[in-house]
C-alpha cells in the first residue's frame, strides 16, 4: 500500500501590524489518495485536508522519547488546479519560443530525458 508524508503550512490569524505566524503540521496518507499526492503536491501547492488527529511517541537514538502528532488524511483536495495549468501553459510557451530559436535543418532536443 502505498504511503505518502508531508508537511503543510498553516498561517495563523495575527492582529495587524503584527508578524506572521505559521504552523507545520505534519500528514499521512494511504491508497490511491497517496499516489496521487505523489504525482501532483510540490511545495506551495494549496491542499485541503480530512482526516484525524492521531498521536504516538517512540524512543529516539540517543534514548529520549519523542511525542509525535500527526494528521491521517481519508481526503486530500487540490485546490489550485488553475495554477498548474497556467504552469502548463507557460511551459508550453517556453518550448515553442525555443523551437523558433532552432536553425532550419536542426531538431530540438527532448529535454526531458531521464538520465
Given at each position: 500500500?502505498?504511503?505518502?508524508?508531508?508537511s503543510?503550512?498553516?498561517?495563523?490569524?495575527?492582529?495587524?501590524?503584527?508578524?506572521?505566524?505559521?504552523?507545520?503540521h505534519?500528514?499521512?496518507?494511504?491508497?490511491?489518495?497517496?499516489?496521487?499526492?505523489?504525482?501532483?503536491?510540490?511545495?506551495?501547492?494549496?491542499?485541503?485536508?480530512?482526516?484525524?488527529?492521531?498521536?504516538?511517541?517512540?524512543?529516539?537514538?540517543?534514548?529520549?522519547?519523542?511525542?509525535?502528532?500527526?494528521?491521517?488524511?481519508?481526503?486530500?483536495?487540490?485546490?489550485?488546479?488553475?495554477?498548474?495549468?497556467?504552469?502548463?501553459?507557460?511551459?508550453?510557451?517556453?518550448?515553442?519560443?525555443?523551437?523558433?530559436?532552432?536553425?532550419?535543418?536542426f531538431?530540438?532536443?527532448?529535454?526531458?530525458?531521464?538520465?
Amino acid at each position: 500500500m502505498a504511503v505518502a508524508r508531508f508537511s503543510v503550512a498553516i498561517d495563523r490569524p495575527v492582529k495587524s501590524g503584527k508578524e506572521k505566524q505559521t504552523d507545520f503540521h505534519n500528514v499521512v496518507v494511504f491508497g490511491k489518495q497517496a499516489e496521487n499526492c505523489e504525482r501532483f503536491l510540490n511545495k506551495g501547492r494549496l491542499v485541503g485536508i480530512q482526516g484525524r488527529i492521531q498521536t504516538g511517541k517512540y524512543t529516539n537514538k540517543d534514548g529520549a522519547t519523542v511525542y509525535t502528532t500527526d494528521v491521517v488524511a481519508n481526503n486530500v483536495e487540490f485546490l489550485d488546479w488553475g495554477e498548474l495549468e497556467k504552469q502548463k501553459a507557460d511551459r508550453q510557451k517556453e518550448t515553442d519560443r525555443q523551437a523558433e530559436d532552432i536553425p532550419e535543418g536542426f531538431q530540438a532536443l527532448d529535454e526531458d530525458i531521464p538520465f
